[in-house]
């Protein structure tokens, strides 16, 4: 696709320059040189995509295309801009480039991943079910960052625990691939295709007719990503937590309350992306209180990484910003639904954000606090 | 190394008869020297590996294994000082950290652990080097290619 459809496309055309966009973007408030309005500016003016480091600041949290109010697709831009620029001007990975490389392997169709060893006794699967959980990467994310957090796994572990309790025994894949959802926002067109064409082919003679991912990575890529490289595929999807709130709300799921008060942190996946913002409040708010921090919904504030590249000390500065919103809300627990928002946070505030105000606050999972408030006669 | 481009799936080059590629990271202090000592010597050493010497087995990182593998390396040596006699301290408990780690990656994605190889080998010890080289390829050829014999179904 050449440059100027690329920007027909995008809406990039009815860009006013208001700057509206740079101002809520992540990636230039913590004093990086990203900004989506100048990648427009300069793209349009002259006439090429500009050879830039920059552009691999971006989060793609979607927070330029949410409060543009002309329309413009800023975040689908950079990610059409990135695939040229990823062999000539790469990104800083982070990590040794594990997650990618990993992603990468499990594109070989020949290689068949094994990554069910999370599945532990009192959880229950049913491999004739219709329904789908979808793990994704967190088996791998519990190898590598175990020195951040023990819980990694207990995720989805978790998810299952709250779906058997709503009468949902899933099945699950023996042989998983990744999503492939970090080699899309990286520009990595070629694993992409590869790893949508084999989840697509593995899934599609198997019976399934909903797939439940508690990841929201996991989410937008079988919702969105996936019908526009293989065409409308056969299956919904939905988040667990959908699920979850649904069975709250129709009485069929009773979790215990006390008197914790809690913060959200919505996944710009499962928030900008897909608009599932009510039902993790909702989950939240059957267990205990809610409070919102000022950056939250629409706006939420961006964990402060994306795909596991150029995370330095701005990023850090960025999470911590965030925590410290997360602490003036009063909340004793931020928690969050995706186990990358998890990692960064985690990551991000393991240092500093403690010894504020002689005040210190947790960061979990929504699934895991909300699995141990399951009703023991339930 | 990490700003380097990205290098693509290489399975391709292997028609005709398969011969695995090993990729050696030899530690400056022991290994290389003892792997030197097993070429002066002149021991018979099989010519799959393809060594590369860095100043300790603790500056091989789990990325650094990863991207040999995705690259067309069949197997990955790290090669390191005996414990308690790294140059540098600590770095071969480093090492063996990081490889216990890659191992357990490796299992979660479905490839056998055993590609990946640690032994210690000091300077004096050619002969264990040349042994652990011939043995390591001597497995690679029992589980034959990385991904499968043929690039087509990549």
């Known amino acids: 696709m050449d440059l100027l459809s690329k920007l027909e496309q995008n809406g990039a055309r009815k860009c006013v320059a208001c700057g509206r966009c740079t101002f809520a973007?992540?990636?230039?408030?913590?004093?990086?040189?990203?900004?989506?309005?100048?990648?427009?500016?300069?793209?349009?003016?002259?006439?090429?995509?500009?050879?830039?480091?920059?552009?691999?600041?971006?989060?793609?949290?979607?927070?330029?295309?949410?409060?543009?109010?002309?329309?413009?697709?800023?975040?689908?831009?950079?990610?059409?801009?990135?695939?040229?620029?990823?062999?000539?001007?790469?990104?800083?990975?982070?990590?040794?480039?594990?997650?990618?490389?990993?992603?990468?392997?499990?594109?070989?169709?020949?290689?068949?991943?094994?990554?069910?060893?999370?599945?532990?006794?009192?959880?229950?699967?049913?491999?004739?079910?219709?329904?789908?959980?979808?793990?994704?990467?967190?088996?791998?994310?519990?190898?590598?960052?175990?020195?951040?957090?023990?819980?990694?796994?207990?995720?989805?572990?978790?998810?299952?625990?709250?779906?058997?309790?709503?009468?949902?025994?899933?099945?699950?894949?023996?042989?998983?691939?990744?999503?492939?959802?970090?080699?899309?926002?990286?520009?990595?067109?070629?694993?992409?295709?590869?790893?949508?064409?084999?989840?697509?082919?593995?899934?599609?003679?198997?019976?399934?007719?909903?797939?439940?991912?508690?990841?929201?990575?996991?989410?937008?890529?079988?919702?969105?990503?996936?019908?526009?490289?293989?065409?409308?595929?056969?299956?919904?999807?939905?988040?667990?937590?959908?699920?979850?709130?649904?069975?709250?709300?129709?009485g069929i799921l009773r979790l215990e309350r006390n008197e914790e008060v809690y913060t959200f942190q919505d996944p710009c996946r499962l928030g900008r992306h897909s608009g599932v913002y009510e039902p993790p409040r909702q989950l939240i708010r059957s267990i205990g209180r809610l409070v919102e921090m000022p950056r939250s919904r629409e706006m939420a504030a961006c964990c402060g990484n994306s795909s596991f590249v150029n995370c330095n000390a701005m990023t850090r500065q960025w999470q911590l910003q965030r925590g410290k919103e997360a602490l003036a809300s009063g909340a004793d627990r931020l928690l969050t639904a995706c186990p990358k928002c998890l990692i960064h946070l985690t990551c991000g505030l393991a240092e500093g954000w403690v010894s504020m105000e002689r005040r210190s606050i947790r960061i979990d999972d929504l699934y895991v606090i909300a699995a141990s408030r399951l009703s023991k006669k339930a | 190394m990490e700003n380097s481009p990205l290098p693509s799936h290489n399975f391709q080059d292997r028609e005709g008869s398969w011969n695995p590629k090993v990729v050696a990271f030899c530690c400056n202090w022991?290994?290389?020297?003892?792997?030197?000592?097993?070429?002066?010597?002149?021991?018979?050493?099989?010519?799959?590996?393809?060594?590369?010497?860095?100043?300790?087995?603790?500056?091989?990182?789990?990325?650094?294994?990863?991207?040999?593998?995705?690259?067309?390396?069949?197997g990955v040596m790290v090669l390191g000082c005996h414990p308690g006699d790294c140059h540098y301290r600590g770095g071969n408990f480093h090492a063996q950290n990081?490889?216990?780690?890659?191992?357990?990656?490796?299992?979660?994605?479905?490839?056998?652990?055993?590609?990946?190889?640690?032994?210690?080998?000091?300077?004096?010890e050619g002969d264990l080097f040349v042994q652990t080289v011939n043995d390591f390829v001597a497995n690679l050829h029992r589980l034959g290619p990385l991904g499968g014999s043929d690039g087509s179904a990549v």
């Open chain 2, 98 to 124: 990081r490889v216990t780690m890659v191992k357990e990656l490796l299992a979660l994605a479905g490839i056998e652990p055993s590609r990946v190889l640690l032994r210690w080998v000091s300077a004096s």
């Open chain 1, 25 to 250: 973007c992540p990636a230039s408030q913590i004093g990086g040189e990203f900004s989506p309005r100048g990648l427009v500016e300069r793209m349009i003016l002259e006439d090429k995509i500009p050879p830039e480091k920059e552009i691999w600041l971006c989060m793609t949290c979607k927070q330029c295309t949410q409060i543009c109010q002309f329309g413009v697709s800023f975040h689908e831009l950079v990610r059409e801009v990135r695939p040229t620029l990823l062999t000539s001007l790469p990104p800083e990975e982070n990590h040794g480039g594990i997650p990618r490389v990993l992603e990468r392997l499990s594109a070989v169709r020949k290689i068949r991943p094994s990554r069910q060893r999370w599945i532990t006794s009192g959880i229950d699967i049913d491999q004739s079910s219709d329904t789908l959980f979808y793990v994704g990467c967190t088996p791998y994310f519990d190898v590598i960052f175990r020195y951040l957090r023990q819980d990694l796994l207990e995720m989805p572990r978790s998810a299952i625990r709250l779906l058997n309790a709503c009468g949902i025994a899933p099945r699950v894949l023996m042989h998983e691939r990744c999503c492939g959802h970090d080699s899309y926002w990286l520009g990595d067109v070629e694993t992409f295709q590869r790893l949508a064409f084999l989840n697509v082919e593995a899934l599609e003679r198997s019976g399934v007719r909903e797939i439940l991912t508690f990841c929201p990575e996991c989410m937008i890529t079988w919702k969105q990503l996936y019908p526009k490289m293989v065409g409308k595929l056969s299956f919904d999807v939905r988040s667990v937590t959908e699920v979850v709130a649904k069975a709250i709300e129709e």
């Open chain 2, 30 to 74: 022991c290994a290389y020297a003892g792997a030197d000592l097993a070429g002066m010597t002149r021991r018979q050493c099989s010519t799959n590996v393809r060594i590369v010497r860095v100043m300790c087995s603790g500056r091989v990182s789990p990325g650094m294994i990863l991207r040999a593998l995705i690259s067309g390396a069949d």
